[in-house]
């Protein structure tokens, strides 16, 4: 079955550093992968998803992600954090049925001024 | 286009009582979920609908919990009796078509059951 781990439950990073949030999947074939956000006091928004072709995938919001399938894992980068980006994100991998979507416990990110 | 729409916003009830949920969709969107997020957890499906059918609900606790979209528009979540564990945020979704598409998220439900 098809599962989803980011290791980090939360991570701090200084405003205007580098960031790379992990996540690892567990999937037979080629697996449809997902980045959510979670403002808070707001919905989840889809921040970006790779289905197949180039896996450096670009998003919204200055976002990117990069699969790799040897290593399992959809991590997800932005150059430099703003205090606006103080959010929770998902990684998420398409399950077999549905079109259902599994999701990781998230991570939550932590912006020091 | 305005999003998918949920209430109430926040929900405190005392265990064994009853609780009732709505959300109205994006319009058009045929596919609605509900899923429930308990605190440090990511979303759990807990109900698929594909119009006003039931798509998967396999992971609804149905001995308590019920859910309808009878016109394929707005739906409704319930529960009765409520338990302590049925604490968390109840996220509803919409997305249109059947296939990976995005997945549109309201605000969420926060409950909790004293």
């Known amino acids: 079955a098809q599962s989803v781990t980011q290791p980090d439950i939360h991570i701090t990073v200084s405003e205007g550093a580098s960031l790379e949030l992990r996540c690892n999947y567990s999937?037979?074939?080629?697996?449809?992968l997902f980045w959510y956000v979670q403002s808070p006091g707001q919905g989840l928004q889809l921040l970006l998803k790779?289905?197949?072709?180039d896996t450096l995938v670009q998003g919204i919001k200055g976002f990117e992600a990069e699969f790799k399938r040897s290593q399992s894992s959809f991590n997800l980068r932005k150059p430099s954090v703003h205090w606006s980006d103080a959010a929770e994100y998902f990684c998420?991998?398409?399950?077999?049925?549905?079109?259902?979507?599994?999701w990781g416990a998230g991570t939550k990110l932590i912006i020091k001024p | 286009e305005a999003g998918v729409a949920q209430s109430p916003r926040y929900k405190i009830i005392e265990k064994r009582q009853s609780v009732a949920f709505w959300c109205n969709p994006i319009?058009?969107?045929?596919?609605l979920y509900w899923y429930q997020q308990i605190l440090g957890q990511g979303p759990k499906l807990l109900i698929q609908?594909?119009?006003?059918?039931?798509?998967?609900d396999s992971q609804l606790p149905k001995d308590r919990f019920s859910a309808e979209r009878l016109k394929g528009v707005d739906s409704t979540l319930k529960i009765q009796p409520a338990k302590l564990e049925d604490s968390a945020v109840y996220l509803c979704?919409?997305?249109?078509?059947?296939?990976?598409?995005?997945?549109?998220f309201g605000p969420g439900t926060r409950l909790t059951v004293l």
């Open positions: 979704a919409s997305s249109s078509g059947s296939a990976y598409n995005e997945q549109f």
């Open positions: 319009s058009g969107h045929a596919t």
């Open positions: 609908f594909q119009n006003n059918g039931v798509v998967d």
């Open positions: 999937y037979g074939a080629t697996p449809y």
């Open positions: 790779y289905f197949s072709g």
């Open positions: 998420a991998v398409g399950a077999d049925s549905n079109y259902q979507l599994i």
